[in-house]
Every structure is written in C-alpha cells, then in structure tokens.
C-alpha cells in the first residue's frame, strides 16, 4: 500500500483550517502532518516538515511583504519554493482574479483552486498535484480560455511595434513595470505608456491575458 500523501495546510481561519483538516483526513490516503496560521508560520512548517503538498491560502495577510501584505500566500509560496522545490504548492483561495491566478504560478504554485470546492474534489486535487500534475479550478481555465479566443485581428501581434513587443516578452516572463524599465533603461511612466498601447492593440484588459497570449505562442 503507498504511503500516505502528506500535508501541509497554511491559513488564518482557525474553524476553515480546522475543517480542511478534518476533511482531507476522511479521505483515506492523505495525512494532515501540520497546520500554519501565519506566513511565517508556513515557512518554518515547510522547511521542518518537508510535506508533499502544501495547502496555502493566497489571502494571508504578511506583515513583512513590501507589496499586497494581504496577499501573503503569494510571498510565502516563493520563499518556500525556493527554499522547499520538491513540495508541490497548491493555492486554496476565494480570488478569481486572473492576476492572482498568474501571480501565484509565478511564485512556485502547481495548482489553484477556488475554496467551495467539495471534500472529494479537493482531495482528487491533492492527489493530482502530489503526482506532478498542474491543476486550475475548471470555472478559471474556462474563463480565460474564453477570453483568449474571443474574435480579434488574424494576428494582432503585427500591430505591435519592435518595442512593444520587447516589453510584451518581459511582461510574459513576469517582470514588473518597473522592473521593465530597469532593463531597457525606460522610466516606469513610459512603460505603463507602452502598456496601454499593448493592450488597446491585443485587444485584451489586463497585462496578465496579454501575458498569456504571449505565453501561448503568438508572440515571435
């Protein structure tokens, strides 16, 4: 019989935290070996641990993130995937929010999925992630997957100039606006500037769907 998955679940609600707990040890193979209130918390857990996969909530709120404190999952989930590479992230979150979503793949996650999601549901994901898959929320993937095929130019990416498609491939590789500038020697306004242009030309709202229709292969 194979050992059981072993699991790791961060988030600041106690009775939610609680519940999961209760919830992935009813389902058999998987074994609940800590539980993590805070960002701090999780990490030192992760290191002493070392479980298989690790349940984090993206909401945690991080005193010492420079940027989105109450984002803290993000944070934690890229120091202990440095740290930790061969504990398997999975976000538990209520976020839709695309940015999240790409963000938290960014940080190291292997998975996201929405809070809601049933006791067997989120115990098939575990296992799925813990075997190496790569797991988004079905409602995401679909959402997006709309949003990247809804009718546009043959190839909108011939509307872009040599420049915008220079910041396109950084933003594609995840930099930030300011980081962009750093690298091309650009003040952090003119990017935004370029930006703008970017999405009104892609036909798309956000950096991160422009991002992933990079990813995707239209870019080059």
């Known amino acids: 019989m194979p050992d059981p998955i072993r699991v790791l679940i961060a988030d600041d609600h106690p009775l939610f ?11 058999g193979n998987l074994t609940v070996v800590g539980q993590a209130a805070t960002v701090e918390e999780a990490v030192r857990l992760a290191q002493e ?11 945690m709120t991080d005193p010492a ?14 120091q202990i995937s440095r740290g930790c590479p061969a504990i398997k992230i999975l976000m538990l979150t209520v976020s839709e929010a695309e940015e999240d979503l790409l963000a938290a793949f960014k940080a190291g996650a292997r998975g996201y999925v929405l809070k809601g ?41 011939d509307e872009l ?32 500037h370029y930006m703008t242009n970017i999405l009104g030309k892609l036909q798309v709202r956000s950096r991160v769907e422009a991002a992933l229709l990079a990813a995707r292969g239209g870019l080059g």
Do not use: C, W
């Open 117 to 157: 999601v049933s006791a067997r549901e989120l115990g098939e994901v575990v296992r799925a992630v813990a075997s190496g898959e790569v797991y988004v929320s079905p409602a995401l993937a679909a959402g997006m997957l709309m949003d990247l095929t809804r009718e546009g130019p043959p190839d909108p990416f």
């Open 161 to 192: 100039t040599d420049r915008e498609r220079q910041i396109l491939d950084l933003v594609a590789q995840g930099l930030t606006n300011r980081e962009i500038g750093e690298r091309l020697f650009l003040a952090e306004k003119t990017v935004k």
């Open 49 to 59: 641990l070392l479980p298989d996969v690790l349940l984090l909530d993206i909401g």
């Open 65 to 78: 993130a420079k940027r989105a404190p109450a984002k803290g999952g993000l944070h934690a989930a890229a």
């Open 17 to 27: 935290r609680e519940g999961v707990a209760h919830s992935l040890t009813s389902e």
